[in-house]
């Protein structure tokens, strides 16, 4: 029947030989061996389509057409005794799988190399248990976050991505959505943010917030004030806040002369801003303060941190004196005990940043802590102030943090809901959001 070869099967091989008188009379020359005759037709077709032209087998290759014939007809009627009515079965599953076949290569795109069935939708989700189902089980209430998802018992929710496109939807452009951004930086007064780090940190802190403002469009620098990252000063030399704040004044000395900047420091950094605000107030647009010392006229940061002697004695107890001068002088600066860096500094940051922290922070030059600020109103005042409050704060805490606000009112307050002294860490996203914000507030309107 149409092309065939022959093989020799493993079952065929293991049989014993017969004599050779039944051999002769099996008839044939070449019946010294079983032979299984195998039809070309694929292997699914043979068990679904035309099971009754599957392989059958022949006492010798030179039988008879007529005794082959008869073989089949016994073969047939056995099979048709063993399944009654599977010739009808075979026909409908026949017919079925024609219909299936051509119906799934009508749907197939013809331009991609993967097959997707045609009755199932293109996308399927997880869906979360509602409050209702969830109290009809261990507990009552609302899901909790942390609970693992379950799967619909009833199927799966086609996405929204499968949706077809309405003749209302807007048309989205290639770019859109990227310009959508940009125009955030377009809207800005100034496209450059200048970071300063805070007291023992360097550039480094920043590098979470370095990444979300370059994504966003923004030129940003981040500073290494004098002792700090990689300054090769040692922090027991530095006698001044000039001295300290010399990085930045450089860094201010060397822009355009029409060109301005949003400003940023953290912690003690807020000293050095002040610093700078009044030595170049027509460079600086507006002036961030995050959890930062902001200092009124007169005021020197180890004022502003003695009003809360006695209130905060875990900050005292991680703080450890350098006198590199003899104990007979004033401290020269101010480390951290590694031990207490997480309840200090670090108690809602990752664990991650903690570890580069650790091997990373210098100690704090006590001189400039202890040197009074002197800046005006016409300079400092003129700059637009804004203040950043972090929550969960344990190294500055959010009552001197309010006291700061209250003494030298910025134009506006925000809160970082949930963050520690290094909300760049513990809530870069957040943080973002906050700066971008405040880089959108138009400009005054001169009078």
Not at 266 to 288: L, R, V
Not at 343 to 354: A, M
Request: contains cysteine; hydrophobic residues 30%.
């Amino acid at each position: 029947m149409g092309n065939s070869f022959t093989c020799i099967s493993h079952e065929d091989e293991q049989r014993p030989k017969k004599s050779s008188g039944s051999r002769r009379k099996g008839g044939g020359s070449n019946s010294g061996k079983y032979i299984r005759r195998l039809s070309l037709i694929p292997s699914f077709r043979r068990r679904t389509l035309l099971p009754s032209l599957s392989c059958s087998g022949s006492s010798s290759t030179s039988s008879s057409k007529k005794g082959g014939i008869k073989a089949k007809k016994k073969i047939r009627e056995r099979h048709h005794q063993d399944h009654h009515g599977h010739d009808k079965d075979s026909h409908i599953i026949q017919e079925q799988t024609l219909a299936a076949t051509n119906l799934l290569f009508n749907q197939t795109p013809r331009n991609s190399n993967s097959v997707v069935p045609p009755n199932f939708r293109r996308s399927t989700s997880v869906v979360y248990p509602s409050t209702q189902s969830a109290g009809s089980g261990t507990g009552s209430g609302p899901v909790s976050a942390a609970q693992t998802p379950k799967k619909s018992t009833s199927g799966f929710v086609k996405s929204a991505s499968s949706r077809q496109r309405s003749s209302t939807d807007p048309l989205i452009k290639p770019n859109q959505l990227v310009d959508k951004e940009l125009n955030k930086v377009e809207g800005a007064e100034t496209k450059r943010f200048v970071l300063v780090h805070g007291g023992g940190f360097g550039a480094w802190c920043w590098y979470k917030t370095i990444t979300l403002l370059e994504k966003h469009g923004f030129l940003v620098d981040a500073v290494d004030l004098t002792g700090s990252g990689v300054s090769s000063i040692d922090t027991n030399n530095i006698t001044s806040l000039a001295h300290y704040s010399k990085p930045l004044l450089h860094f201010f000395e060397s822009l355009k002369p029409a060109e301005k900047v949003i400003l940023v420091g953290h912690d003690f950094g807020g000293a050095c801003m002040s610093y700078a605000m009044e030595m170049f107030p027509t460079k600086i647009s507006k002036a961030i303060f995050i959890s930062a010392a902001m200092l009124a006229n007169g005021q020197s940061t180890l004022d502003l941190f003695n009003q809360q002697l006695g209130s905060n004695d875990l900050m005292q107890q991680a703080q450890i004196f350098l006198y590199a001068n003899g104990k007979k002088n004033p401290p020269t600066a101010i480390d951290f005990d590694r031990s207490l860096l997480r309840d200090v500094l670090f108690n809602q940051s990752p664990p991650k940043d903690l570890a580069l922290a650790s091997v990373s922070m210098r100690p704090i030059p006590f001189a400039p802590v202890g040197e009074k600020l002197h800046v005006s109103e016409k300079n400092y005042g003129s700059i637009r102030r804004f203040y950043i409050k972090t929550m969960e704060d344990y190294a500055v805490p959010v009552s001197l943090q309010e006291a700061m606000i209250k003494t030298n009112p910025p134009e506006q307050v925000f809160q970082l809901k949930g963050s520690d002294h290094v909300p760049f860490f513990s809530r870069p996203q957040s943080l973002n959001r906050i700066l971008l914000e405040i880089s959108q507030i138009p400009a005054r309107k001169s009078s």
